[in-house]
Each structure stands twice: as C-alpha cells, then as structure tokens.
C-alpha cells in the first residue's frame, strides 16, 4: 500500500509560480511511476507530468511543456511540480499518483487557483 500526500497549492496571479509536493509513503519501489493530474471544474482527469523514480524519464502534456518542472527527491520519497507561468487555464485539483504498470495509488489533491 502507498500513501500520497500533496500540498503547495493555492491561489496566484496569472503569470505567477507555485511548487507543489507529494510526499510518498508506504511500499514504493524503484520501478514506480510518479505523476502529476489535473481535473478542472467539468472538465475530465487529465494527465500533466510523470517522472520515473530513477530520474532517467520525464514526460510532459503539450499545454504545460516549458512552464512545469517535474522533479524528485529520493531521499525524502517526494516529487515535486514546480509551475511557472501560471494562467487561469491552469486552475485545477491537483493530483498525484503512482504505480508500477499503471496509476493504483492516488492522493487527496490540491487546489490551485489562477486568478486572472
């Protein structure tokens, strides 16, 4: 069983930047996936970013290539988003989740809000 925690998020002004955290714990392993989702008001789960634990892959969603960072911290078993040139289009939860072949663990999610 992995347990996902997320925080960092909130409210910001476009054009602003916010760092949000997924603390992981419980039974992670090396060959694990980690990923970042979004799902904004109506609109349906959307995939944004996902790093290997190894650090040796990153992917991204065409809208947030060039504005996300998505990164690790092995020692702290955390992974991180940091978001940069924030717009409203962004506003969203946000939501972390591993697995070995697929998504099965999932977080609560944070709020970030991009005001205009």
């Known amino acids: 069983q992995v347990h996902l925690v997320e925080s960092g998020g909130g409210l910001v002004q476009a054009g602003g930047s916010l760092r949000l955290s997924c603390a992981a714990s419980?039974?992670?392993?090396?060959?694990?996936?980690m990923g970042w989702f979004r799902q904004a008001p109506g609109k349906e789960r959307e995939f944004v970013a996902s790093i290997t634990w190894s650090g040796s892959h990153t992917d991204y969603a065409d809208p947030v290539k060039g504005r996300f960072t998505i990164s690790k911290d092995n020692a702290k078993n955390t992974v991180y988003l940091q978001m940069n040139s924030l717009k409203p289009d962004d506003t969203a939860v946000y939501y972390c989740?591993?697995?070995?072949?697929?998504?099965?663990?999932w977080g609560q999610g944070t709020q970030v809000t991009v005001s205009s």
């Open positions: 989740a591993t697995g070995l072949e697929s998504y099965n663990y």
């Open positions: 419980g039974r992670t392993y090396s060959s694990y996936i």
